[in-house]
């Protein structure tokens, strides 16, 4: 109990990301999915990782160092919240995924919907947030649709690993130079690799390991089957921001470390990649709202037509 609490003082910014992943996550996928993958993606990445300083699969041959172990949790040669990290990141990386791939639709506003809680306006069907357009004469919205057929496609799936091992590029070559910041020298790597001291054999084991765990993340979504039915504005709007947000917080975060310490080339390649990623996700958002969906039949029309 002491070490699990000398965890949590020694990394307060991991669990602070927890926190994040356990709130978001829950209104956007419910908290049986969320608690249920706390474990699940916690127990794939400790497998990984022991499998690695073991024999030197998946991530290459490296090694932890100890040299924490009398404050903080370590199971069997593997630093706690070193694992505990590969669960939201996966899932914000997931979710960001989502945001990026889902559809917007313009839609007039209705006057006649019931207000949720006193909050606003309550939304039913897919999850949605509302975004209003003026223009002269007429206000719409843009609604961005957070669909189940998006969450269990193909796509959210490989993009979500894609953007988990970007992520692990901003953060493995920060994390092995720790002995000059707070996270302490914890590991290193044998063979030193091309990328900053990382072997690509990392990068190529992170992808395998973001495909294994997203793909059991999609899966519980997809099993849970449920969507909120319905939900005011600002619930909507941090159920389906909350993983690109606390993706790029976790970013911005290693970016900041990353220059503080003094690593101007480091620094430069990873605002670089991470320039680069905003710059696409402004991109394909500006050309979503640009070319929204037109508005989908109601249940109704859908009856008519069968008819």
């Known amino acids: 109990m002491d070490l ?53 699969f998946p991530y290459g041959d490296y090694f932890y160092i100890p040299d924490t172990a009398d404050r903080e949790l370590w199971v069997f040669g593997v630093p ?39 909050v606003g306006p309550a939304i039913s069907g897919p999850l949605r947030v509302a975004l209003h357009e003026e223009r002269p004469g007429v206000e719409r919205r843009l609604i961005l649709l957070d669909r189940p057929g998006t969450r269990r496609a193909w796509a959210p799936w490989l993009l979500g690993a894609f953007l988990m091992v970007l992520m692990d590029v901003i953060i493995d070559p920060v994390a092995l130079r720790g002995e000059r910041w707070f996270l302490g020298k914890i590991y290193g790597y044998r063979h030193p690799g091309a990328y900053f001291g990382i072997p690509m054999s990392n990068f190529l084991g992170w992808f395998l390991v973001a495909v294994v765990m997203i793909k059991v993340f999609q899966w519980l979504v997809a099993r849970s089957g449920s969507l909120p039915r319905r939900a005011g504005p600002l619930r909507a709007a941090l159920a389906i921001l909350w993983g690109p947000l606390l993706y790029l917080g976790v970013l911005l975060f290693n970016l900041a470390v990353t220059f503080a310490i003094g690593e101007a080339t480091l620094g430069i390649a990873s605002s670089f990649i991470t320039s680069t990623l905003l710059a696409m996700g402004w991109a394909l958002t500006h050309y979503k709202r640009r070319y929204p ?13 069968r008819a």
């Open 4 to 56: 699990l609490l000398g965890t949590i003082l020694l990394r307060p910014y991991v669990f602070a990301f927890l926190c994040v992943y356990l709130l978001g996550s829950s209104l956007q996928f419910g908290w049986r999915v969320t608690l249920s993958f706390l474990p699940l993606g916690y127990v794939l990445a400790f497998a990984s990782e022991y499998s690695s300083i073991h024999w030197g």
């Open 80 to 118: 706690f919240m070193d694992s505990l990290s590969y669960v939201f990141l996966a899932a914000c990386s997931y979710s960001a995924a989502l945001f990026l791939l889902s559809p917007f639709k313009r839609q007039d506003p209705k006057p006649q919907m019931q207000r949720s809680n006193g």
């Open 293 to 305: 969906l037109t508005d989908e039949p109601s249940d109704e029309d859908r009856g008519k037509s």
